[in-house]
DNA sequence: ATATAAAACTTTAAGCTTGAAATATCTTGT
DNA sequence: ACAAGATATTTCAAGCTTAAAGTTTTATAT
C-alpha cells in the first residue's frame, strides 16, 4: 500500500494510483510521528485520542456505535478503547436510559481536562508537521479531498 | 484523530488541522474499502498486500530491514508477516550472504503469480475509488503531497 | 587478539483491529 | 401475549502493530 513507483507507473490510471500512494504515505508518516509524541508526552495512544476527542466535541456523550460508525472504526475495537478509559477514570459509562442495550459514553472531568491539554499539543503538532502547507494550499487541498469523500459517504 | 469539524474549529493554523482530519479519513476510508475487497476476492490483508507489493518490485529480494523502513512499519512487524507468508509459500527467506544475520527475502513463483493477478485488480479499484478525482486533480493532489513529504523526508 | 560497540533480526508483552458469533434488549406483526 | 426479527453491545480468535529487550553476527578500537 506504500509502495512508491520505482519503475514510475505510467499509463492510464496511473495518476489515480500515484496520488493513494502519496496520499497513505503522507498519513502513515505523520500519525507515525503523532503516535510517537503521544507516547512519549502524554503516555497516550492515538486510538486513545480519537476516542476522547470524540467525546470532547459531544459532552452529552455518544452511543458505542455512534463512536463506532464516527471513527471509522469496528464496533468491538471501541468496546477495547473505552474499556481501558474507564478503567483510567478518563471516561464513563451510563447506561441510564430508557433502552437498556445502550450505554452513554461521556468524558469524565478527569479526562476533559486531560483531553484538553493534549489537544492543545496535537494542534500545535500538526501546524509544525504541515507547516510547509501555505494556509492557501491548505484550504484547497481540503477542498479537493472533501468533494472526494462526498463521492464516497454512504456507500455500502 | 478522524474527530470532524462540528463546532467548526478557526483561528489561525486551523486550515491545517482541517487538513490533517480531512486527510486521515480519506486514506482511512479507502484502506478500509481495499481491505474488504482484498479479504473477500483473495482471502488475504493489506499487512501482506503491502510486503508483497515491495517485493515485486525488487526481484532481486529485500532485506528484513530495507522491508520495514520502506514501508514505515516496525522491524518486528515485519518479521511476523513475513513468517505468515513464508508459511504460506509466497515468500522464500534465503540467509545465504557474507552476511550471516541477515536474510534476503523474495516472492516465490507462486507468490510473484498471485500478487500479480491481485495488483491488477487493486488498481481496478483504485481507479474506481478515486474516479470522481479527476487526472489533472490527481497530479496537482500528488504535487502538494510530494512537496509536503520532502518537507519530511529524512527527519529523525 | 579481544573487548566493545554496532547492526540485523527475532522475541515478547501490551494494545489495536477486524469480522463473526454470542447476549441482551427492544420492536413488530399477529 | 408471543414469536420473529431488528438493534446495541460484548466476546472471541486471529492477525497486525509498536517499543523494548534479547540473540546472533559483524565491525572497530585498542
Redesign the interface.
Known amino acids: 500500500?506504500?509502495?512508491?513507483p520505482?519503475?514510475a507507473p505510467s499509463g492510464p490510471?496511473k495518476?489515480?494510483?500515484?496520488?493513494?500512494i502519496?496520499?497513505?504515505?503522507?498519513?502513515?508518516?505523520?500519525?507515525?510521528e503523532?503516535r510517537e509524541r503521544l507516547k512519549k508526552d502524554f503516555n497516550t495512544t492515538?486510538p486513545r485520542?480519537?476516542v476522547m476527542?470524540?467525546l470532547?466535541?459531544a459532552p452529552e456523550g455518544m452511543l458505542m456505535s455512534d463512536l463506532s460508525r464516527?471513527?471509522?472504526v469496528s464496533n468491538g475495537n471501541v468496546t477495547g478503547i473505552v474499556d481501558r478509559l474507564v478503567s483510567e477514570g478518563l471516561v464513563a459509562r451510563a447506561r441510564r436510559n430508557g433502552d437498556r442495550r445502550t450505554s452513554m459514553v461521556r468524558l469524565t472531568e478527569e479526562g476533559t481536562q486531560a483531553f484538553a491539554a493534549i489537544a492543545a499539543a496535537h494542534?500545535g503538532w500538526?501546524?509544525e508537521?504541515?507547516?510547509?502547507?501555505s494556509?492557501d494550499?491548505?484550504?484547497?487541498?481540503?477542498g479537493?479531498?472533501?468533494?472526494?469523500?462526498s463521492?464516497?459517504e454512504g456507500r455500502e
Open positions: 500500500m506504500v509502495a512508491g520505482l519503475p490510471g495518476d489515480r494510483l500515484r496520488l493513494w502519496r496520499l497513505l504515505r503522507a498519513s502513515r508518516t505523520i500519525e507515525a503523532l492515538l485520542f480519537d476527542a470524540a470532547y466535541r464516527f471513527l471509522l494542534e500538526i501546524g508537521l504541515l507547516g510547509k502547507v494556509e494550499d491548505a484550504r484547497r487541498l481540503t479537493m479531498l472533501t468533494s472526494f469523500r463521492n464516497w
